[in-house]
């Protein structure tokens, strides 16, 4: 299928919405579909620009505009459906940003969280019984979650880049799954049961606080609205767990995670810090080190990880130095400055 028959294809699916009953005030956004060599946008055809980068939301000639990458090799095999549910996920990111949202987490700050494996216990038991409460329609399963996440972020500090995360991209997710509910709810509850299966069996998933966001934010919010409870999600307020936490007690004693899920989290981890480690040795010994002084303002958020000052980027980074900024392609791995999470003192590049 040519890039303007998907697009035709995508759209025709996307008319039928009404999206105002997705989310109040919620309208249809002008979305393209691209590669790198073309890009179909309004039904019309035109040459590759360098501002369309991953699956995403951009301001393009004034206007707000979902983007999503269909590699040439995808286009006869992608599912029309599937791909507009995706788009209205984008969509989405438009309307928030055309509201005025201001809880964008920090995903630097998000790649450097606690090392202690209890913390990422006490995340999976909740997650347990946010599947509770989501596949069971139960509400006792989802104060358990409650008071569990409340005691996991009482005793630990610097968790709210989390909370916004579940916010931008976990209610992004919420009403694409809406979408996708109306276009064909047998593909919905595949992917919301394969949601659930993630969180109860990839405790890896556990570590990439990111991306684990698109799975628990969106059951969250589904749960608060199959149990008849209002979805609060004020733009200029509080991260959207915040708004609807509906029992703010903290159960310390349900945090505590039991010796085995703790014994088998922690072994996941230390293979995870171990994997990650000859990454970055690998890269070392086959790079060159660079100086060069530097700002970190691009980079793909899904495909990073720091271990202390290194920070490696799988598939590209933005670096500004002065008046300059520079693209490079990954992997590369960019040696943080003391302190700070955006300033490199340069980088190792795969030797040619």
């Not at 976990?170 to 047998?186: C, H, Q, R, S, W």
Request: glycine share 4%; hydrophobic share 40%; with cysteine.
């Amino acid at each position: 299928m040519k890039l303007l028959s998907l697009y035709e294809a995508v759209n025709k699916i996307l008319s039928r919405l009404d999206f105002s009953r997705l989310y109040s005030h919620f309208s249809k956004y002008r979305f393209a579909l691209y590669n790198h060599t073309e890009i179909c946008l309004d039904g019309k055809i035109i040459p590759y620009d360098q501002r369309f980068l991953a699956n995403t939301s951009i301001l393009y000639e004034g206007d707000y505009i979902a983007i999503w990458n269909v590699a040439p090799e995808q286009q006869a095999s992608l599912d029309a459906e599937l791909l507009a549910y995706g788009i209205v996920h984008e969509m989405f990111h438009c309307f928030q940003l055309q509201q005025g949202e201001e809880r964008f987490p920090d995903d630097l700050k998000l790649l450097v969280y606690p090392s202690d494996p209890a913390h990422y216990a006490a995340k999976y038991q909740e997650n347990q019984y946010l599947i509770d409460a989501f596949s069971g329609c139960n509400i006792e399963s989802l104060v358990r979650f409650s008071e569990i996440r409340n005691a996991r972020l009482a005793g630990y500090g610097g968790l709210t880049e989390e909370l916004k995360a579940e916010t931008i991209e976990g209610v992004a997710e919420y009403v694409g799954l809406k979408a996708l509910k109306i276009i064909n709810e047998e593909k919905y509850w595949k992917i919301t049961l394969d949601y659930v299966d993630k969180l109860k069996n990839n405790l890896d998933l556990l570590f990439d606080i990111r991306r684990i966001s698109y799975y628990t934010g969106p059951l969250f919010c589904l749960t608060l609205e199959m149990l008849g409870l209002p979805v609060r999600n004020e733009f200029h307020g509080l991260p959207v767990y915040r708004q609807n936490i509906p029992f703010p007690s903290v159960s310390a004693e349900a945090a505590a995670p039991n010796t085995a899920l703790l014994t088998e989290v922690t072994n996941r981890f230390q293979a995870l810090t171990k994997r990650r480690q000859s990454i970055l040795s690998t890269h070392m010994a086959q790079s060159t080190c660079v100086e060069y002084p530097a700002f970190i303002c691009g980079y793909d958020p899904m495909n990073m990880f720091q271990v202390e000052n290194l920070l490696y980027c799988s598939h590209f980074v933005f670096l500004q130095k002065g008046a300059e900024t520079i693209k490079k392609e990954g992997p590369i791995l960019l040696m943080l400055k003391e302190d700070s999470d955006r300033e490199i003192a340069g980088y190792y590049e795969l030797s040619q």
